[in-house]
């Protein structure tokens, strides 16, 4: 199954699998995928599924465009195994097919109600981000938004954030370079994170941040 893998500045902040005729991609709420960045229009551009694995992509009037490999998008365009595409801060690679096969159940890749999850009254019903405060985009907000979300660098550095009913907990996934949370190292074992906790994946720092307080 085609996968599209955004980073932004090396760090994996979504996966996303192309199931769909039609997915759309923008910064409201009603696409398909939701990018929170002003850099990204409200309706941004769309990728269209073509048998098993040909997919199309379209910028359908973006302000800053939708690039593939460093050329702007100009009409519907072919995309090939492996090219990465530049939507507003965020760099989004394309596979032709799934790496380690399709996942036993499809992410969801809208923005869903966290608070139907989460115990009121406790980090549970929070929304939860991870903000960039190094790098090229400092500032930048990643809504984590399902129960179990992978960030960080593949090969060097992965964390996963899990959303339990009593909260948010981290753990180290895989990767030689240690990552850590408020300068302590992250095991194997989860750790409960709190609003404002900063995590360091490779170098890149991140804030944790609960909205909702």
């Not at 996968?3 to 696409?31: C, F, M």
């Amino acid at each position: 199954m085609p996968q599209l893998i955004a980073s932004v500045q090396g760090v994996e902040v979504k996966r996303i699998y192309l199931k769909n005729d039609r997915t759309t991609l923008g910064r409201k709420p009603h696409n398909d995928i939701v990018f929170d960045d002003m850099a990204i229009s409200g309706e941004h551009c769309v990728f269209e599924l073509r048998g098993i694995a040909e997919v199309f992509v379209e910028d359908v009037g973006s302000t800053n465009g939708t690039y593939i490999n460093g050329h702007i998008v100009k009409s519907r365009q072919l995309l090939r195994n492996k090219d990465t595409l530049t939507i507003g801060n965020f760099r989004v690679q394309f596979f032709s097919a799934s790496e380690h096969g399709e996942p036993s159940v499809q992410p969801k890749t809208v923005t869903m109600s966290l608070e139907a999850i989460g115990v009121p009254g406790t980090s549970g019903a929070l929304h939860a981000s991870l903000k960039l405060l190094s790098g090229t985009s400092p500032g930048l907000e990643v809504p984590v938004v399902k129960a179990v979300t992978t960030f960080g660098q593949p090969g060097v550095a992965i964390v996963s954030i899990s959303h339990r009913r009593d909260g948010y907990y981290v753990v180290h996934m895989h990767g030689e370079t240690p990552s850590t949370l408020n300068g302590k190292a992250i095991g194997p074992e989860a750790i409960p994170l709190t609003h404002n906790d900063v995590l360091n994946l490779a170098g890149t720092e991140l804030e944790f941040l609960l909205k909702g307080r």
